[in-house]
C-alpha cells in the first residue's frame, strides 16, 4: 500500500464523528466529497479518521496541500515517483500532475484527499474524473453541486469522552460542564486536555481557571474567527509554556511564519537567529501541551495555533521576526538552482517560503531578503514548470521591489523581464509584449543604461512580436538585439549568431527570403565553429537553411 498521508499527522486522540464517517464512505460512492467548516472544527482529522479506518479498502492514501495553487501542484505532481509513473527531478511539474491524475482515473482503489481547497476552481486539472475517493477540505462557502458536510462542533457526549480519553479521567459530569464551556470546539477540547493531562490538574480546577479567564477576557481582542473560549485555552496553554520554556515560545513564534505541515526546523537551524540553541526542550514543551505535534521526522502546529502566536507580537515583533524568518529560509532555499540536488529541500521549503513572504507583505515590509527569496522561488517554479505559480510570486515581487527601490529601479526591470518570460509560456502575449517593452524602458531610463541587458530584453520582446505577428517591429527588436551583441562580443561570437538566426527567421517570414539566408549563413557558420555540428543552435541554423531551399530561394 503507498500511503502518502504525512505520517504523525493523525490526532491519536480522535474521537466521534461517528455519523459523519459512516455517511461519507455512503456519500463517497457517489463521487467527491467536500467537508465544509471553519477553522479547528476538525475536517482534516475526519480525512484522516476515514482513511485509517478504511485503509484496507485502498492501495493508495494520498494527502496534497490545497490552500496554495504552487503548493498543490508541487504536491500533486510528487504523486509520480510513488505511483511509479516515470518522473525525473526536474521534470515539467504540469506533465506530471497530468500523468498523475491519468494514472489515477485508470485505476481505481485509492483516496485522494485535497486539504484546505479555498474554491472549486483551485482544484482545476487536479480533480480525477472517476476512479478511486476524493474527500475535498475547505473553510470557504460556494461550492455549488457538491456533496458536502457542514461539519460543526462535536455532540456533547463525544465531545465529553474525548477530554476523558485524552485526560485519562473519570470526572464525567466535570467532562461535560467543561465541553459545554468549551462550545464543544475539537481544537479547543484537544488543548484543554493535554494541559489538563500534562499538568496532573483535574477537569474541574481547570474549568474553574477558564471561567476566571473568560471573564477576563470578555470583550478583549482575539483573532478573527477565534471563538472566545478557544482563545482563553490558549492564552492558559502558551503562558504555561512560557513558565517552563522559552525555547518553547521561540519556537512556537517562529511557526506562525511558516507553513504548518512539515515544519523545516531542521533545515532552519543553522541559518535562523532567532530559533534557540538547542530545539529538543522546546519542542517537548510544546507537543506535551498539544501546541504542536511531533510526528515520525515532521513537525504539525495547527493554522489556529500559529494565528494565534502571530496575534501575540506587536507590530515591531512581527517584523523582526518576518525579516529573520524570510532571511533563513533564503540561505536554506539557496541560490544555486541549477543543481538539481537541492530540489528536494527547495520543494519542502516552498510552503514556508510563501507563508513567511507574505507575512512581511502584510506588515507592509520588504526587505532585500525577501525580494532575493521571491526571486529564487520564481525561477524554480518557472525551472519546474509550474508557470502559473511562477507568475503569482513574480507579481508578488514587483510589488516588493517597488516598494524597497522605486518603480523605475533596474531591480523592477529584471523582475518585468522574468515575468514577461513567464507570461510567454502561460500564451498572454499581450501581457508579455508590455512586460518587456516595461523592462526594456525602465533600463533606458538609467543614468547609465545596461546595454547587454537592453539587448536580451529586445531579443525576448521581438519572439513575442514575431508571434504576435508584428514582423516590422520583430525585426526591428532583433535587429536591435543585434547591434548591441556584435558590438560587445564581435562579429564571430556564439551569442550575435543567436541574434542573427532569430533575425533570420522573422525576415524570412517577412518573406525577404535573401536577408534572412544571408543571417542563417553566418549564424551557422559560427556555431559550427565554436559550438560544433552536433549542437541544437547549429542543427537550428541548418533547418532554417534547409527551409528556403524548399521555398526556391537557395
Known sequence: MIDLFLKGRRNPHFSGRTSILRDLRDRLKDGPVLLLGPGGI?????????????????????????????????????????????????????????????????????????DGAPAPDALDGFLPEG?????????SPGWPGWSAFEVGPLDLQEAADLLLKRTDSEDASGARALAEELRRHPLALELAGAYIRWTGASISR?????????????????????????????????????????EGLDLLT?????????????????????LPESVEPGLRALDRRGLLRLGEDLL???????????????????????????????????????????????????????VSTKRLEEEGGGSEEASLLL??????????????????????????????????????????????????????????????????????????PDRLKIAIRANNLGTVLRTLGDLPAAVAAFERAL????????????????????????????????????????????????LGPGHHYTRRAEENLASLREEGSG
Open 206 to 246: 481547570y474549568l474553574g481557571a477558564l471561567r476566571g479567564r473568560l471573564a477576563e477576557t470578555s470583550g478583549g481582542r482575539k483573532p478573527p474567527g477565534f471563538p472566545s473560549p478557544l482563545t482563553a485555552v490558549l492564552e492558559i496553554s502558551v503562558e504555561q509554556v512560557g513558565a517552563a520554556s522559552l
Open 131 to 139: 476512479g478511486g475517493d476524493v474527500i475535498v477540505t475547505s473553510r
Open 254 to 274: 517562529l511557526s506562525a511564519f511558516l507553513a504548518p505541515e512539515d515544519l523545516p526546523i531542521d533545515l532552519l537551524e543553522k541559518t535562523a537567529a532567532l
Open 483 to 530: 547591434a548591441i551583441d556584435r558590438e560587445a562580443y564581435g562579429p564571430n561570437h556564439f551569442k550575435t549568431a543567436i541574434r542573427l538566426n532569430n533575425l533570420g527567421e522573422a525576415l524570412q517570414e517577412m518573406g525577404d527570403l535573401e536577408e534572412a539566408r544571408g543571417s542563417y549563413q553566418r549564424a551557422f557558420r559560427i556555431f559550427s565553429q565554436f
Open 42 to 114: 476538525g475536517k482534516s482529522a475526519i480525512a484522516e479518521e476515514y482513511g485509517r479506518i478504511h485503509s484496507g479498502e485502498y492501495d493508495h492514501r494520498l494527502w496534497v496541500r490545497a490552500w496554495d495553487e504552487a503548493v498543490l501542484a508541487s504536491d500533486y505532481a510528487s504523486l509520480a515517483e510513488p505511483l511509479g509513473i516515470p518522473s525525473e527531478e526536474d521534470g515539467d511539474v504540469s506533465d506530471l500532475a497530468g500523468s498523475v491524475r491519468a494514472h489515477l482515473e485508470e485505476s481505481g482503489r485509492w483516496l485522494l484527499v485535497f
Open 300 to 354: 504539525f502546529v495547527h493554522p489556529l495555533v500559529q494565528a494565534f502566536a502571530y496575534s501575540r507580537l506587536d507590530e515591531e515583533e512581527r517584523k523582526a521576526w518576518a525579516d529573520e524568518t524570510v532571511r533563513a529560509i533564503g540561505i536554506a532555499f539557496g541560490s544555486h538552482l541549477e543543481d538539481l540536488s537541492t530540489w528536494p529541500e527547495c520543494r519542502r521549503l516552498l510552503p514556508s517560503a510563501l
Open 375 to 448: 526571486n529564487q522561488v520564481g525561477l524554480y517554479l518557472q525551472r519546474r514548470g509550474d508557470l502559473r505559480g511562477s507568475k503569482e510570486v513574480l507579481d508578488r515581487l514587483i510589488v516588493i521591489d517597488e516598494r524597497l527601490h522605486g518603480p523605475d529601479h533596474p531591480e523592477v526591470a529584471t523582475d518585468l523581464n522574468n515575468l514577461g518570460s513567464v507570461l510567454r509560456g502561460l500564451g498572454d502575449l499581450p501581457g508579455a509584449r508590455r512586460s518587456f517593452e516595461q523592462a526594456i524602458a525602465i533600463e533606458e531610463s538609467q543614468p547609465t
